[in-house]
């Protein structure tokens, strides 16, 4: 059984407002609890660690859902900041080799599919892995002046999504080192890559969108009626 951790202490600037993203109302529901349901329903995930801002007034205060434990915890000014606290944090019944979910908060189309791929390629894969959709569209480089300077080549790029999936200690240790070096990593993918490790790239769904925009809230409302109850 596996524990998942949820960034949720960012205040979603790109998006504007006041109410931050992962509160904002989805078919009748707060985006973060379709998130947490997607994760919590799968059979592999035992619980959640929530990581939320310093007096936030907007978290429900949830214990449990899905018949499966919720817990909370203070995170910090940066997304690794955060998620190191939620490791920190996970209760001591979780073994430090158990592997970690890391999943975010404005992500509430994960698919039941996805998730059970990326626990049937951890089975195997002594690193970790995540969910990962190759780029389809053709890339450009720019120069400073804006115009192209090169075309990229796409075969070998990948978006990165999450789930991203490593053993709780070395994604603690991986955290711990860019933070003394003063590294700012934007996922966990690249923590651990700073410790020479190659993780396992697992093709997910391009509809596992991170809600950044008010026109993302709208495609994530398609996405879930689409889908219905089996998030198949």
Known sequence: MTWTIVPAAGRGRRFGGEVPKQYLELLGRPVIEHTLHAL???PAVSGAMVVLAANDPYWPGWRELAGKPVLTCLGGGERADSVLAG???LPASVPSDD???VHDAARPCLKALDLS???AAL???P????LAAPVRDTLKRSADDGRVEATVPRG???RALTPQAFRRDSLTRALESAER????VTDEAMAIERLGLKPLLVEGSEDNLKITTAADLAVAESILRRMGDGRA
Do not use: Q, Y
């Open 40 to 42: 919590l329903a799968h």
């Open 87 to 89: 490791l920190r944090a």
């Open 99 to 101: 592997w970690v979910l």
């Open 117 to 119: 791929r990326l626990f």
């Open 123 to 125: 089975k195997t894969d």
């Open 127 to 130: 690193v970790g892995a995540l």
């Open 156 to 158: 070998s790029i990948w």
């Open 181 to 184: 070096a003063g590294v700012l």
